[in-house]
């Protein structure tokens, strides 16, 4: 399984967790809710679903509305499908959920693992924010060493551009500083102690008063062109 089919697997089982799904709302809303997945296709997506299926984390199940009912006779088409977790697919998750290895650090692993932190463990959280912050100071370290040895040799728009790049990974670094700040403190971005009013389970996109999607300093993914 390669890296990024598992990253799907990882954010369909994540969002099935809530509730059943047809496939065309679920990629609806690994879409608008996990950005990293805009460029998705249904040609990706249901190949993972057969897979889920197959392994025995998720069922298969007729749609029970009327519109689906009226769905198949009308358009001459089947009704829709949807699918929903079984008890071995949400262990399977929590398995995932508690999962911290190098992986969990990477740009889209993290990003899918971000979405889902209201669902993980605190120390879970910690864990992953310290390793995704390790790895981008070692990342800036090494840009930082590359613009020093090949400055001369760059005319103005590129260095400008490596400038760029850096003061992304700057922001980040900054950003997930903060986010480590406030989970030491026991609190979530509102300032509310954990437990609190403020502390919800939200894995629309991010626990409490988290960073939404406009605020995110990770670069823009491409728009999806899928049909």
Known sequence: ??????????????????????????????N??????RA?????LYPCLKTLVANGWLIEEPGNTTED???APLAGRRA?????????????FEELLSQTGPDAYEDEHFAARFAFFGRTPQDVRMRV??????????????MSA??????????????????HGMESVEREVRWLNELIESERAGRDLRGSAS??????DNTHGAPGGLPRPGDDPRPDTPGDTAT
């Not at 437990?195 to 919800?200: A, D, L, M, N, V």
């Open 69 to 71: 009912a009226l769905a």
């Open 1 to 30: 399984m390669s890296r990024r089919s598992g990253i799907l697997e990882f954010a369909v089982l994540g969002l099935l967790r809530e509730s059943p799904m047809h496939g065309y709302e679920l990629r609806k809303r690994l």
């Open 40 to 44: 998705f296709s249904y040609g990706t």
């Open 80 to 92: 829709k499908i949807v699918y929903r977790l079984t008890a071995e697919g949400k262990e399977h």
């Open 146 to 163: 590359s613009l020093a040895r090949t400055r001369e040799r760059l005319d103005d728009y590129t260095l400008e551009l490596q400038r």
């Open 129 to 142: 924010l310290e390793g995704r912050r390790s790895r981008l100071e070692e990342r800036l370290e090494k």
């Open 195 to 200: 437990g609190g009013p403020g502390s919800q």
């Open 32 to 37: 608008t809710s996990l950005g990293v997945f």
